[in-house]
């Protein structure tokens, strides 16, 4: 980072796993970094304590009822409050800010998202559904206005740092690595009656309850492959899945040549965060370090798509595009949000979203009116299947 500057960060959803990872990595570089916003849905609480300790200029509730909450606890340190959905799409223009870290959970990250890039910010991505639902416009935007997409996922920042010195060398391949979740290895017979408790047990990370469900169903991995498609500008065919247990190795890139790189580490979503924050230079950490000895062995096989039919219907979506990969968001956060609060099994997550995507009309070159109406639509008949439990 040149000279003494401190960058200014606007963390939306700080309240949330990747945001409070993100603090702790402010934390430890305050002479390189100031928390400039914070934001949060519904956590009043946490947002509170993390103001009075990182005391940023502005926070926003988006929850109004939270906002006299809010406002009567940081008032008297001299924080601006705000609340509601317009005001975090204003406060991420502020001229103050150097860089946003989007860490929103699903569509929610879309719109403040563009105003952001509108207002010429750097974008640090954690929220992997902006590309999905509207790569296209998203990248378009970010052309225009000359603004930098840092990828956060573990997977795109591997991409991202194996492709650091080679942006002139062109991708044969790009191979995200998954580590196949809780149910790795099971059947549809026995996913028929697995339980929300034992969904949300991930083997390797630590993760909200939507992308940690999302990762036992393999559409988050089905959502990286659409995000790489406009992080790294590859086709559908050039994407490759591989399920590696043991997450040390996060993801590779195969060039012309037939050489593969690969970024490797023990599972810390604080290492990409700092890595997207203070880009191009690397930061001194305490992270724990990987060792070889305790992992004699890494191993990869092939996702099974037949069980784990999410991730197909994603590439599928990929290759369909227009507005099939909205529809397939949309549909997943409704049958996610179904299936934590016990309306729908855990295989009728994929019958929601392929219905879904079988009812909604396709449209080859959305505009963003064209999302929202699509998004809208999707939730609509998603939630009329898990309510009356159509799917079967």
């Known amino acids: 980072m040149t000279g003494n500057k401190k960058r200014h960060i606007a963390i939306l959803g700080s309240?949330?796993?990747?945001?409070?990872?993100?603090?702790?990595v402010i934390a430890t570089n305050r002479e390189q970094f100031e928390v400039e916003v914070l934001t949060a849905q519904n956590n009043a609480d946490?947002?509170?304590?993390?103001?009075?300790?990182?005391?940023?200029?502005?926070?926003?509730?988006?929850n109004d009822k939270l906002y006299d909450k809010v406002f009567a606890a940081l008032d008297p340190h001299g924080i601006k409050v705000y609340s509601g959905i317009q005001s975090l799409n204003s406060v991420v223009q502020m001229e103050s800010i150097d860089i946003v870290l989007t860490a929103l959970v699903g569509y929610a990250g879309?719109?403040?998202t563009i105003k952001a890039i509108q207002?010429?910010?750097?974008?640090?991505?954690?929220?992997?559904?902006?590309?999905?639902?509207?790569?296209?416009l998203i990248t378009s935007l970010a052309a225009r206005y000359g603004v930098n997409i840092y990828p956060v996922d573990s997977e795109h920042s591997a991409i991202f740092q194996c492709l650091v010195g080679e942006f002139h060398n062109l991708i044969e391949k790009i191979i995200l690595t998954a580590s196949g979740g809780p149910f790795r290895g099971k059947?549809?017979?026995?996913?028929?009656?697995v339980t929300k408790a034992q969904a949300l047990k991930h083997p390797n990370w630590a993760m909200g309850a939507k992308i940690t469900i999302d990762s036992a169903t393999l559409m988050n991995k089905g959502l990286e492959v659409i995000e790489a498609k406009w992080l790294f500008n590859v086709r559908a065919e050039q994407i490759e899945v591989v399920v590696h247990p043991q997450s040390i190795i996060h993801s590779m890139v195969q060039f012309e040549d037939g050489s593969i790189k690969a970024q490797m580490g023990l599972p810390d979503m604080r290492i990409p965060i700092q890595?997207?924050?203070?880009?191009?230079?690397?930061?001194?950490?305490?992270f724990p370090r990987f060792d070889f000895?305790?992992?004699?062995?890494?191993?990869?096989e092939k996702p099974d798509t037949e069980t784990f039919v999410n991730l197909a219907l994603a590439f599928k979506a990929l290759e369909q595009g227009g507005n099939v990969p909205c529809i397939i968001n949309a549909a997943n956060e409704v049958a996610v949000a179904a299936f934590l609060q016990d309306q729908i099994g855990f295989l009728e997550i994929s019958d929601v979203i392929a219905s879904c995507?079988?009812?909604?009309?396709?449209?080859a070159n959305p505009q963003y009116e064209d999302y929202v109406n699509t998004d809208v639509e999707t939730r609509k008949i998603a939630a009329a299947m898990t309510d009356l439990k159509t799917v079967k």
């Open 15 to 24: 309240t949330g796993s990747i945001g409070t990872q993100a603090l702790e």
């Open 46 to 62: 946490l947002l509170i304590e993390q103001s009075i300790v990182f005391q940023p200029n502005t926070v926003v509730i988006c």
């Open 110 to 112: 879309l719109q403040p």
């Open 119 to 136: 207002a010429g910010k750097p974008i640090a991505l954690a929220n992997k559904e902006t590309l999905v639902v509207a790569g296209e």
């Open 187 to 193: 059947n549809k017979e026995f996913l028929k009656t």
């Open 275 to 286: 890595f997207a924050l203070s880009y191009p230079q690397r930061l001194k950490s305490d």
């Open 293 to 300: 000895s305790k992992y004699p062995s890494l191993t990869f």
């Open 357 to 363: 995507m079988a009812k909604i009309p396709y449209l």
